[in-house]
């Protein structure tokens, strides 16, 4: 147990929330939330100070079903007027929202004026291309600051931002941006990974050969990188950097697409996961600057990419709290510089940090001599999520980055909420790696197959029974595939995947996916797109990507697969594959191992069951065989591990 120290509860944002809506408790208050949504989520946009051009006539249209949840009907905004309009007319213009160190501990600093101005001039840079409200428009860009400024200036504009993951090689591109249709890009020639730059703008340059929409790449030349095509791609300096400072927020629909955040599933294309304008500034203040405590005074650090949902989120919790984004480029741990987060940490007074047991893991295998040399006495608030903790590793965050002084928050949703099912707050004892607490206003329930609610300590699915503000309306020009993938289980019901447990003192567990999708270090990715990088190579005919328990990763990638025709499996083919995946997918989803075998298990439509395909390689009970058309294939799997011990 950990116990939050008396003066942080008490000084707490959460504590004061409390009182002011009349409960006695947590607890009250989450049983009200969820028993009164209309109360709550009203109480949430005044806590927010959420702007609107126009206002609505209903909060909250549910009467054709959770699943077709309406917000602010009639409503229109635009969260810019919020997150930075508002805040400098609150006398915050010459703060520092954005306080970036670099790979190379060069350092910028942006105010909240520099940051509205220079989000308004890309804004104005892509209304003159032809961007319009409604558009998408994808970011490929390092963690910089002008990777904030395009993100609100797309949403100024009222297009729809396309964030992707800085490390995706071009085919994972091509299929995100075709997906959204997008007409326009922005990113930079390159970005430095241990002294060396990596070009980032030859790599979307070779992907856009296939994704004829776009018609417009602003680029932000670094390091002199070539241009591709005079004709669509231009200087950042020379168009960005001369466009209108002063351009107007334009007004849109509540429910208008904000944002496609792609997250993978286990029918091989990408879901684009859609966000709202109001919903992620409800979320936001909800788990962020309610749960996690996130105040004005604070400097905020939590080493993310803008391709994964904490990208976003993160900005969008410092802006609407007034507080300072410290920014880092570059990686949080590296060969010379092993406690890297922390000792920016320590060095730029951080006081609300964001890590993952990860990156926790590669800490522990380290030398901890300099960690008393890192100063974190400044640190309040110690914010993890993204997968599972082990004991041994959070005990040693509780010990060496909050010094038992620092509350360690976990907090557990994911991208389609823009936040938390499950969290921890200031106000209880703490567990290690568990929640004390649902998340407010989303009724979080653990069911069992049949729908009943599971009792106490019994693992079960985790759902969601009162859609939150925030919770994605929909997929992506995919409406039959949201249904699918989120309400068909449990009708009216959203099934989130992850499979939980509620122990008798409240405390909640995550115990991993109840789904295929593979969660690496907090990154999630569906088995197809590395099963296609495999078999494309011509060398294998068949593959199931699971994941399996790692000492560092806490999950890996590991492949079992057929070889093709005339191909004799050996250690350099291996090599090989492996290399593929993380040229075509990406160097984080590398497998850790790639097994062959003669077959895998298929249902009688020929589909591969990787959930038998893990069940075999973990040892783990494969539970209804009854669909697998040849279940004599589990055996050989079923050595291959043995084989590994």
Known sequence: MFQPDSDIQQSSTLTAFLKDCGADSYEDLANRANA????????????AGIKFNRPYTQLRDISEGPESIKWAVDGALNLTETCLDARIAEGLGDKTAIDWVGEDESRRSWTYSDLSAEAARVASALARRGVKPGQAVGIYLPMIPEIEAAFLGIARLGAIAVPLFSGFAPPAIISRLNDAKAVAVLTADATPRRGKPVWMEAALAEALEEVPSVHTLISLRRFGGSVADPTRDLDWQETIGQADPTFPAHPLDAD??????????????????????????????????????????????????????????????????????????GAPSMPTDPFRLLRIASELKVTHLGVAPTLVRQFMTQDPAPLPDYDLSQLRIVASTGEPWTDDAWLWHLDHICRRRAVPLNIAGGTELFGAILTSTVLHEIKPGGFSAQSLGVGAKVLREDASDAPQGEVGELVVTQPPMGLTPAIWGDRERYLETYWSTFP?????????????????????????TLNIAGKRIGPPEIEAALTETGKVLDAAAIAAPDDIKGVAVVCVCVAAPGVSPDDALVEQLKDRVGEVVSKPFRPREIHFVEALPKTRSMKTMRRIVRAAFLDEDPGDLSSVSNPETMKPIAALRKDQI
């Open 36 to 47: 009164e949504p209309d109360w709550f989520w009203d109480r949430i946009i005044d806590l």
């Open 492 to 516: 009216g019901i959203w099934r989130h995947g992850d499979w939980v447990r509620c122990d008798p003192d409240g405390t909640w567990y995550i115990l991993g996916r109840s789904d295929d």
């Open 256 to 329: 208008a697409p904000l944002l496609i955040a792609y997250t993978s599933g286990t029918t091989g294309r990408p879901k684009g996961v859609v966000h709202t304008h109001l919903g992620v500034q409800a979320k936001a203040t909800c788990d962020f600057l309610l749960c996690l405590d996130m105040k004005r005074d604070d400097r905020h650090l939590w080493m993310t990419d803008m391709g994964w949902v904490m990208g976003p989120l993160t900005l969008l919790s410092v802006l609407l709290s007034g507080a300072t984004l410290v920014l880092a480029e």
